[in-house]
DNA sequence: ATGATTTCCTGTAGGC
DNA sequence: TGCCTACAGGAAATCA
């Protein structure tokens, strides 16, 4: 399941090898992938890649011809980098041509919960989900998140995940991050301290500038744009590591579901 | 308004 | 071996 650091090494990735590529062909192979704007796929012919950008665990890759490419590789998503002549793996739903052909960007996702949209650049700042998006947690400061969870009943978890509030974690960095601050996922935002506060803002920068630097995590599907395997999963404290010894106090570590969502934490030291 | 629940989708793992 | 069920979860939509 991408999330804010598998997107960032994928992202630095597209940055260093398509930055001033032309493309050949923008080409779905699954219309209902391509969410919005598949009436301009041709007009992003002869384009050229300037720029690359991340919000949260999106992906804009903005053109020359003022049309921006978006992309969510969901939780199954993957982008890859490859020859033209490689075969067609499954579930491919949309193939980017650069140059001649002979290179292309595929996007592929079995269980379809990512998508692809063309975008004139301008409407990229109305397009829902992009512009409700919340601070980039390395951006956004300790004050103001506080504030945010002040005064509230939700669980300190289900805060984390809302796009809205704080963009760009998903399952395995709430737990690794609430795990690393001693802060129990199921703790009600407005009981939590400012120093609290503090502690877990930092903790999550913390573990996600180490994910970056290993690549991301690779439990299920996710893949750099070359196709290697990050690294990160080797060092998660908690995230499925049921019944596994808590690398600070010994104890099991215990899971719960939340909203849904599998949630793992030490009983010893989440409080 | 807030926050919880449901929905979409398919590969994989485990039980029998 | 093969069939079945449960599970994985990002985010929008829906419900209470």
Redesign the pocket.
């Known amino acids: 399941?991408?999330?804010l650091p598998e997107v960032e090494t994928i992202v630095r990735s597209l940055r260093k090898l398509t930055a001033g590529r032309r493309i050949l062909k923008y080409h779905p192979l699954r219309n209902d992938y391509i969410h919005q704007g598949l009436e301009h796929r041709k007009k992003v012919t002869n384009s050229v890649i300037q720029e690359v950008e991340r919000r949260?665990?999106?992906i804009a890759i903005h053109l020359s011809n003022n049309f921006s490419l978006l992309h969510?590789?969901?939780?199954?998503g993957r982008l890859l980098l490859q020859p033209g002549s490689d075969p067609l793996e499954?579930?491919t739903h949309l193939r980017i041509l650069l140059d001649d052909g002979s290179v292309e960007l595929r996007q592929r996702d079995?269980?379809?919960?990512?998508f692809a949209a063309i975008l004139p650049s301008v409407e990229l700042k109305t397009f829902?989900?992009?512009s409700?998006l919340g601070a980039d947690p390395f951006r956004l400061r300790a004050p103001r998140f506080y504030a945010l969870m002040a005064?509230?009943?939700?669980?300190v978890k289900?805060?984390l995940?809302d796009?809205?509030r704080i963009?760009?974690?998903?399952?395995?960095y709430?737990d690794e991050a609430l795990f690393r601050a001693g802060i129990h996922p199921v703790r009600?935002?407005?009981q939590i301290s400012s120093a609290e506060a503090g502690r877990l803002l930092q903790c999550i920068r913390t573990v996600l500038r180490e994910s970056i630097v290993a690549g991301g995590s690779s439990?299920?599907d996710y893949q750099r744009l070359d196709g290697t395997l990050g690294l990160f999963q080797h060092k998660h404290r908690v995230?499925?590591r049921v019944g596994l010894p808590c690398p600070i106090c010994h104890r099991k570590i215990e899971?719960l579901?939340?909203?849904?969502?599998?949630t793992h934490y030490c009983p010893g030291c989440q409080t």
């Open positions: 399941m991408p999330e949260g665990k999106y969510h590789l969901g939780m199954s499954k579930h079995p269980r379809r919960f990512g829902v989900s992009w409700h005064g509230r009943k939700q669980a289900s805060f995940l796009q809205r963009a760009g974690l998903g399952n395995i709430t009600p935002t407005g439990t299920n995230y499925r899971k579901v939340l909203n849904g969502r599998s």
